[in-house]
């Protein structure tokens, strides 16, 4: 798997707090110069840091995550970015005492980001290539009925009825309808 979440947990802090500050920098859509003049930052102490060779104050990143309007610990938080799959039988369910009623969480919202929600329904033949969306961008898949191939581009998982991925859609990925009269829910989770 080709992640960029796991590539974060090999470096130093330094270096994740480094490429932590650029990732919520780019969510917000601002350029180093617009980020510095916010949060009143000299452009060449923003540019170390997102290099990874500054060793920043508290009231730098403090300055920083204001003018984004974060609190400074996200800067310390972990992308939950990375591929994950639970099939149909799997995952932790909570059951009703009253009904015959089961729960299972999928997954959860990290905080401020929004999620808009689609139904596909889809035949075999051309598979949907997805171009890559902007920077933070994830989508959920639940497999309703049918079969596909879905996920990263490079790295697709074959899914069945009742199935669940998670990926980063800030690279290209895809959509294939394995079998006739496929449906799914797709969310897509943006900041």
Not at 54 to 79: C, D, H, K, Y
Not at 110 to 128: S, W
Not at 129 to 136: D, M, N, R, T
Not at 139 to 144: A, C, N, R
């Amino acid at each position: 798997m080709n992640d960029k979440t796991n590539e974060a947990s090999t470096l130093s802090p330094i270096g994740q707090l480094a490429m932590a500050i650029k990732r919520e920098r780019l969510n917000a859509g601002l350029s180093v110069s617009e980020l510095a003049k916010r949060a009143a930052v000299a452009k060449s102490t923003l540019s170390q840091l997102e290099a990874g060779t500054g060793n920043p104050s508290i009231e730098t990143l403090w300055a920083l995550a204001q003018a984004m309007g974060l609190q400074v610990t996200r800067f310390f938080e972990q992308p939950t970015h990375q591929l994950k799959v639970i099939r149909a039988h799997e995952g932790t369910t909570a059951h009703a005492e009253d009904a015959h009623y089961a729960a299972a969480l999928l997954d959860h919202c990290p905080p401020g980001a929004q999620r808009d929600l689609y139904r596909l329904r889809v035949q075999p033949g051309q598979p949907r290539q997805s171009k890559a969306h902007l920077p933070g961008t994830v989508e959920h898949l639940v497999i309703g009925r049918g079969r596909a191939l879905a996920g990263p581009a490079d790295n697709p998982v074959k899914l069945n009825a009742g199935d669940y991925i998670r990926y980063s859609a800030d690279q290209p990925h895809v959509f294939e309808a394995l079998e006739a009269d496929t449906m799914a829910i797709l969310v897509i989770e943006h900041r």
